[in-house]
């Protein structure tokens, strides 16, 4: 992390970062890491599976593989297991993180979406600060690729530019929907970007940036380990019991811990959901319903 010629370059992508609300650094991660904490998936849910007791661990896709229920998503995999947590603190990507975000650093949430194959869900077009709203916008979500992502597992597709303004996330009731729910015209838009890249590689994603990922129609697996990380004078905006489920999995990493908000960024919507939904998946799933009802 600390070599001049990688800081540089790290210097010279947060530009880019910066200009396209995103940045995506091929094979940042080795072979052998990749390895090691997909054997530690696998363990993790072998025992899940094996005990029964998951519910706050796992959550499975709708489709069945072979006839099996097939887990789509970790829960929290940073409280799951010390391989998450040392992962988290990589100097790989904590070096990029600190370029975009500055050295005092928390972090705001994790997840492991497991896209399996034949059945993996799609994602909706959404932006990831209308989750978890913030004082500010120094925020950055780091996605590990676990596995090749290709357009025919569900890669990340992003829109870039767009991450200085926010777009419409609220059903006709004005509920949190979890998605956008205006119309992105690629004429208006532009085309989306697919981010496919090799096992190992990392995105960081501005919070405002528009993402989605497609339906995993073919053989291969695509996993994707997410860490959410903030600076710390960025202070969640939640309330009630959103604000104690959601900080619950918040954990200060390195440098100052800030009592006084910084106030910066897009003006966020605030939007109120129904329900606390289970994730984004059943959020999106809802929605897609009531907007084909209306």
Known sequence: MNDPAFLHVNDIRKQQYLRDGYLLVESLLDPTWVKDLNSVIHQLTEDSLRSGKYEHVLEFEKGTVDGHQVPRRIFNPYEQHESFRLAAVDDRIMAYVQA????????????????????????????????????????????????????????????PGLH???FDHALA????????????????????????????SVIFLHPFT???????TSDAPRSTL??????????????????????????????????????????????????????LYELQDASRDALSQS
Not at 189 to 196: M, N, W
Not at 227 to 240: I, K, M, N, S
Not at 241 to 260: D, F, P
């Open 100 to 159: 975009l975000i500055g050295p005092d650093i928390a972090l705001q949430h994790s997840k492991l979406n497991m896209k399996p194959r034949k059945v993996g869900s799609v994602v909706e077009w959404h932006q990831d600060y209308t989750y978890f709203p913030h004082t500010n916008d120094s925020l950055t979500g780091v996605l590990i690729y676990l596995d090749d992502a290709t357009a025919e597992n569900g890669c990340l597709e992003v829109l």
């Open 173 to 200: 009731d004005g509920s949190f929907a979890g998605m956008i729910t205006e119309d992105m015209n690629e004429r208006i838009y532009g085309r989306p970007v697919s981010l496919a890249a090799p096992a190992g």
């Open 226 to 279: 997410i860490f959410e990380y903030r600076a710390t004078d960025a202070f969640p905006l939640y309330t009630g019991t959103q604000l104690i489920s959601m900080e619950a999995c918040a954990h200060h990493l390195r440098g100052e811990r800030k009592k006084t908000a910084r106030f910066g960024g897009p003006a966020p919507d605030i939007y109120t959901p129904k329900d606390i939904p289970k994730s």
């Open 164 to 166: 200085t303004r926010t």
């Open 210 to 216: 528009p993402h989605r990922s497609a339906p995993n």
